[in-house]
Nanobody, 117 residues
Framework: QVQLVESGGGLVQPGGSLRLSCAAS????????INWWRQAPGKQREWVAV???????NYVDSVKGRFTISRDNAKNTLYLQMTSLKPEDTAVYYC???????????WGQGTQVTVSS
C-alpha cells in the first residue's frame, strides 16, 4: 500500500511559476513509473509527464519546455516545476504511480492549480 500526497498548488498569474510536490509513504524506488496528470473543469483527466526510476522523462506536448518533472529518492518525493504558466494550465494536478511489487496503481488526492490574473 502506498499513499501519495500532493502539495504546492495555488493561484498564480499568467507567466508565473509553481512547484508541485508529491510525497510517497514508502521508498519511491518501489513506485515506477511515476506520472503527473491533470483534470480541468469539464474535461477528461490528461496525462502531463512521467519519470522512470532511471530518470527518463517525457511530457505532453503542451507543457514541453515549460514543465520539469523530477524525483528526490532520498526524500521519497516527486516534483513538477511549472513555469510560464498559462490559464489553460488551470486544473487539479494528481500524481500517480504503480507499485513494482504489487502492480497496483496509486493516486494522490490532487492539488488545485489556478492560473488567472
Amino acid at each position: 500500500q502506498v499513499q501519495l500526497v500532493e502539495s504546492g498548488g495555488g493561484l498564480v498569474q499568467p507567466g508565473g511559476s509553481l512547484r508541485l510536490s508529491c510525497a510517497a509513504s514508502r521508498n519511491i524506488n518501489s513506485i515506477n513509473p511515476i506520472n503527473w496528470w491533470r483534470q480541468a473543469p469539464g474535461k477528461q483527466r490528461e496525462w502531463v509527464a512521467v519519470i522512470s526510476a532511471g530518470g527518463t522523462t517525457n511530457y505532453v506536448d503542451s507543457v514541453k519546455g515549460r514543465f520539469t518533472i523530477s524525483r528526490d529518492n532520498a526524500k521519497n518525493t516527486l516534483y513538477l516545476q511549472m513555469t510560464s504558466l498559462k490559464p489553460e494550465d488551470t486544473a487539479v494536478y494528481y500524481c500517480q504511480g504503480r507499485g513494482i511489487y504489487e502492480n497496483v496503481d496509486y493516486w494522490g488526492q490532487g492539488t488545485q492549480v489556478t492560473v488567472s490574473s
